[in-house]
């Protein structure tokens, strides 16, 4: 899960970078479209002024100039003294002087800068009026002007304000030589230019005033989308984990259903789950591993669902091939695991928790600081619960006991540091002391399949082989209370009459006479040993006439004949299957 909610949360922060990029992206080229807006206005009433001012010119070029009278602010033009007439009174005496076109612009753009801070001038490189010379700036634009015949434009500062100036050439007309004639110019020459400087400040006002409500609604827009982004990301993380989830629940699931098959091992997973975590917590496991710990520990016996029936649900001891079969379900439930995602982070730690501290375990053979830290704490629990759980084979031990067994293996099986503190972590646990029940039907055929006789259905050989064990489960442990005698039946040269009657008549009366026997003494618990002879457990002792009559009934007319011998159960031929075993060889000898 982890992989594909990290992969969601990288996908979910790209996006919401994505989005706060591509708004922030479409706020900065809004505002540099009306930034670029702004200044075209201004561009354009600059424009706008200069061809009022050039037609006015025109107009006034085009008459000569005009006559005005004389003021304060109208005073005789002294570069204009060359000029016949250039002052003239009227009839009534009023004076009046002439005022040329450059004379007539020069008044009215200063006018016009007074009312609208809009700033005009008029100006040449080759000015008569030294007012009208060029500044800097405008010796730039006119130099430029004088080769592409275009107006120039830029935005620059005066004073630390910024304006967009604009320049536009005056091309010399025939009016114009009435003033200029004698500087060289002629018709179509460029005399000079008209420029205007305009603010672009409260263009920019104008606009930023727009442009805070495009932000706001803009900033509206990316809270949504910001939001909606979150939202599914929720959504992604919720159907992850439900997914997961599920996953997990129906592998848990699984485990649980192979477990079932053996009440012996019913429970085992959650209880090694349990175990593990709390040896997890006290190593201060952060959160993210513990859960990591407790997936691991929930599947850790997952690839037992390759292991055959005949050696996964086999009540006793396995041998050694037997042994080396069960091995693989670690590299089994590997497999399993590293090809699904969600389960792709604890694969190794399941593959690793049969290793040992020394480098003896299985499958890779690790030692130490190699074998996952998870897998060693798993290892710790795995074998605790196997020490504190009944097997059909042997018992339980106490809480106590297997700590300190726990102890005896560290440094060779368990990591020693792990097994030092999984002492004190698992010494308050609390055992179930209930005896693990073997009730259900599938246990029941289990049992049967391993230790009933296939022809009778009588147990056989194996299941009293663990009875008289000295080491087997408290379930099926023989006390003196309940089973105090022992009857053996021996039915003799039953060889003979298979060979005389054919085997399929052999195998019918030796399961009419164990039915019989099952019928006769339903308290008694009936073996069937080596074929033709049969062991009755008991806790009193047998009417062997009833026996008598049975075998007398079912052997009449054949060459079989039978013994009956009834023992205590404390005798020394019962200490094991093998004394027992031995007792028949040599009974069977003397008789033969």
């Known amino acids: 899960?982890?992989?594909?909610?990290?992969?969601?949360?990288?996908?979910?922060?790209?996006?919401?970078?994505?989005?706060?990029?591509?708004?922030?992206?479409?706020?900065?080229?809004?505002?540099?479209?009306?930034?670029?807006?702004?200044?075209?206005?201004?561009?354009?009433?600059?424009?706008?002024?200069?061809?009022?001012?050039?037609?006015?010119?025109?107009?006034?070029?085009?008459?000569?100039?005009?006559?005005?009278?004389?003021?304060?602010?109208?005073?005789?033009?002294?570069?204009?003294?060359?000029?016949?007439?250039?002052?003239?009174?009227?009839?009534?005496?009023?004076?009046?002087?002439?005022?040329?076109?450059?004379?007539?612009?020069?008044?009215?753009?200063?006018?016009?800068?007074?009312l609208y801070g809009t700033k005009g001038h008029i100006t040449s490189l080759d000015p008569i009026n030294p007012n009208n010379a060029a500044d800097i700036w405008e010796s730039k634009a006119l130099t430029e002007i004088e080769t592409t015949l275009m107006a120039y434009a830029e935005l620059t500062k005066i004073d630390d304000t910024l304006y967009m100036r604009v320049l536009e050439p005056m091309f010399v007309n025939e009016g114009c030589l009435k003033c200029h004639g004698d500087q060289g110019y002629h018709i179509g020459d460029v005399r000079g230019g008209i420029s205007i400087s305009i603010p672009v400040q409260p263009y920019y006002n104008q606009i930023h005033h727009q442009l805070t409500y495009a932000c706001l609604f803009l900033f509206l827009l990316w809270a949504i989308g910001c939001a909606a982004i979150i939202h599914y990301k929720k959504r992604a993380h919720n159907y992850l984990f439900d997914k997961q989830n599920d996953f997990e629940q129906y592998l848990y699931s699984l485990v649980e259903m192979i477990e079932g098959r053996d009440s012996y091992t019913a429970g085992h997973t959650r209880r090694v789950a349990d175990y593990a975590v709390r040896i997890g917590r006290a190593l201060s496991l952060n959160k993210a591993e513990l859960d990591k710990l407790h997936r691991a520990a929930m599947v850790h016996d997952i690839g037992k669902i390759a292991t055959p029936d005949s050696i996964l649900l086999k009540p006793g001891k396995l041998n050694n091939i037997e042994f080396e079969i069960i091995q693989q379900h670690a590299t089994s439930g590997y497999q399993l695991l590293h090809k699904i995602n969600t389960f792709a982070d604890i694969a190794n730690i399941v593959r690793s928790h049969h290793e040992r501290f020394d480098g003896?375990?299985?499958?890779?053979?690790?030692?130490?600081?190699?074998?996952?830290?998870?897998?060693?704490?798993?290892?710790?629990?795995?074998?605790?619960?196997?020490?504190?759980?009944?097997?059909?084979?042997?018992?339980?031990?106490?809480?106590?006991?297997?700590?300190?067994?726990?102890?005896?293996?560290?440094?060779?099986?368990?990591?020693?540091?792990?097994?030092?503190?999984?002492?004190?972590?698992?010494?308050?646990?609390?055992?179930?002391?209930?005896?693990?029940?073997?009730?259900?039907?599938?246990?029941?055929?289990?049992?049967?399949?391993?230790?009933?006789?296939?022809?009778?259905?009588?147990?056989?050989?194996?299941?009293?082989?663990?009875?008289?064990?000295?080491?087997?489960?408290?379930?099926?442990?023989?006390?003196?209370?309940?089973?105090?005698?022992?009857?053996?039946?021996?039915?003799?040269?039953?060889?003979?009459?298979?060979?005389?009657?054919?085997?399929?008549?052999?195998?019918?009366?030796?399961?009419?006479?164990?039915?019989?026997?099952?019928?006769?003494?339903?308290?008694?618990?009936?073996?069937?040993?080596?074929?033709?002879?049969?062991?009755?457990?008991?806790?009193?002792?047998?009417?062997?006439?009833?026996?008598?009559?049975?075998?007398?009934?079912?052997?009449?007319?054949?060459?079989?004949?039978?013994?009956?011998?009834?023992?205590?159960?404390?005798?020394?031929?019962?200490?094991?299957?093998?004394?027992?075993?031995?007792?028949?060889?040599?009974?069977?000898?003397?008789?033969?």
Not at 71 to 82: A, F, Q
């Open 1 to 114: 899960m982890y992989k594909n909610s990290n992969v969601i949360n990288k996908a979910m922060r790209l996006a919401l970078l994505a989005w706060s990029l591509l708004v922030l992206g479409f706020i900065i080229t809004l505002y540099l479209q009306n930034r670029d807006f702004a200044e075209q206005l201004a561009f354009n009433e600059a424009k706008a002024s200069i061809k009022k001012d050039i037609a006015f010119r025109n107009w006034a070029a085009s008459h000569g100039g005009v006559y005005v009278p004389v003021d304060e602010h109208t005073t005789p033009n002294l570069y204009l003294s060359h000029i016949p007439n250039r002052d003239v009174i009227t009839n009534d005496g009023q004076k009046l002087t002439l005022m040329n076109p450059a004379y007539i612009i020069s008044q009215v753009t200063q006018d016009y800068a007074k």
């Open 360 to 592: 003896t375990g299985y499958p890779d053979g690790l030692s130490g600081a190699d074998i996952p830290e998870l897998s060693q704490i798993i290892a710790i629990a795995d074998a605790f619960d196997a020490m504190t759980s009944d097997r059909i084979y042997k018992g339980r031990k106490s809480v106590e006991q297997s700590l300190i067994e726990i102890t005896q293996f560290s440094g060779r099986q368990f990591n020693p540091i792990y097994a030092k503190i999984a002492v004190n972590a698992l010494r308050d646990v609390k055992l179930d002391n209930t005896t693990q029940p073997q009730q259900n039907i599938t246990e029941q055929q289990r049992l049967a399949y391993f230790y009933n006789d296939q022809l009778t259905g009588l147990f056989n050989r194996e299941f009293l082989s663990i009875l008289l064990s000295p080491v087997h489960d408290q379930n099926m442990k023989i006390t003196a209370e309940q089973i105090q005698f022992s009857t053996i039946v021996y039915l003799r040269n039953f060889s003979m009459f298979n060979r005389e009657e054919g085997w399929e008549k052999g195998n019918q009366l030796l399961t009419q006479i164990a039915t019989e026997m099952t019928v006769i003494l339903p308290t008694s618990q009936l073996f069937r040993i080596h074929g033709d002879e049969f062991i009755v457990l008991s806790e009193k002792p047998l009417e062997l006439s009833i026996l008598d009559e049975l075998l007398t009934n079912k052997i009449a007319n054949s060459c079989i004949k039978y013994q009956v011998e009834q023992f205590n159960i404390s005798n020394k031929i019962f200490c094991s299957i093998t004394t027992l075993e031995r007792y028949l060889h040599d009974h069977n000898a003397q008789a033969t």
